[in-house]
């Protein structure tokens, strides 16, 4: 049989369930997967003066053939959308200015810096999101930023976060696809703290300026990042899940959950249902903690897929912006962004050919043995044919046939950069 005969028989085991398998593709089309750009580079970034990656967090490998300036890097980012079925977004962060050679400080990076983005993405028809890069820099070298006990460093960052925002803008309208600009810091101690309450109030003074200036939310959303520790700041994190819920409830941003920076028994499929009961959206950074937040690759867990499972069964596609966050440097980083990619749009087709009603029938009638026994069964159906299949309608490689590709590529394009 060929990948469209196996398809047909496919789908009659989900439609005995009433999923209607061609509808499920065409809603598969149109999700938006934000792909981060630092995992082609292990976030280094390409500015005049670079810093070592800072702010608790680490691309740890040495995989030869990274991405040196910002054309290698959209090059790389071309081989891996090319594998990728549908079309999305991708996630950039300040550090990835073009300046021409000539330095330009973080408080005055400009959208002109990012044009050669924008003059790509609407090549590609790809929308794009941002991130001020608020580590990797001498003025957040003890690891304090907008919270930082001198006014000038909190102002500088501020500084940094509304012109970002303006980016963010810029992209939105240039894109006509609205720009996500997230806000993460790596404010914290790794001792235990002396005062709590001054840290946390400096940094929502901070954000309380950088949020007063007027973007238009037509073109950028904004959003906050918390983190419950990083290394070098075990004991204590400014920006906590509970601070930036509060914060982002209040002042009507919204909140941005990453999969890494919660205690290693909480999960963020836990969290989802509670958020989309009091945010009208909330955005995520999917990745893989393994021990700590280890940015490593998303594979197909039961994690990613009961994330995929709440998004869908609560029918918020449109209300959760799924980012992508992972960074691993001793893998080659095209294959990377292959997997965890195809990784989280499987998991969400696997999502939308669960029998979701029938199973919460079960659940409201008590009928436990039910639910349990379904939900294992479903886990053998052949979900794989209908993956194959909606590859080779997007024009992608089916199965493990890519890894050819990237091989190919490795060697004609990575292998050149020493
Ligand atoms: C580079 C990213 O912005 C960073 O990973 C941040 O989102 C984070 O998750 C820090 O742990
Ligand atoms: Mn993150």
Redesign the pocket.
Known sequence: MNIKERYLEAKKDYEKFGINVDKVLEDLEKVKISI?C?QGDD?TGFEVSQSELS???AATGNYPGKARNAEELRADLDKALSLIPGKHKVNL?AIYAETNGIFVERDEIKPEYFENWVKWAKEKDLGLDF?P?I?SHPKASDGLTLSHPDKEIRDFWIRHSIASRKIGEYFGKELKQTCLT?L?I?DGYKDIPSDRLGPRARLKDSLEQIYAIDVDKKYNLDCV?S?VF?IGAESYTVGSSEFYLNFACRNKIMS?L?T??YHPTEVVSDKLSAMLLFNEKIAL?V?RPVRW?S?HVIILDDELKEIAKEIVRNDALDRVMIGL?F?DASINRIAAWTIGTRNMIKALLLAMLTPHELLKKYQDEGNFTERLALMEEIKTYPMGDIWNYYCEKNVVPVGESWIKEVKEYEQAELSKRK
Do not use: M, Q, R, Y
């Open positions: 981060h630092w976030v702010g608790g967090i962060h991130n890069t580590f997230n993460w790596p990042e983190k990083g941005l990453d890494g920076h950074h990745s937040d940015d966050d960074f």
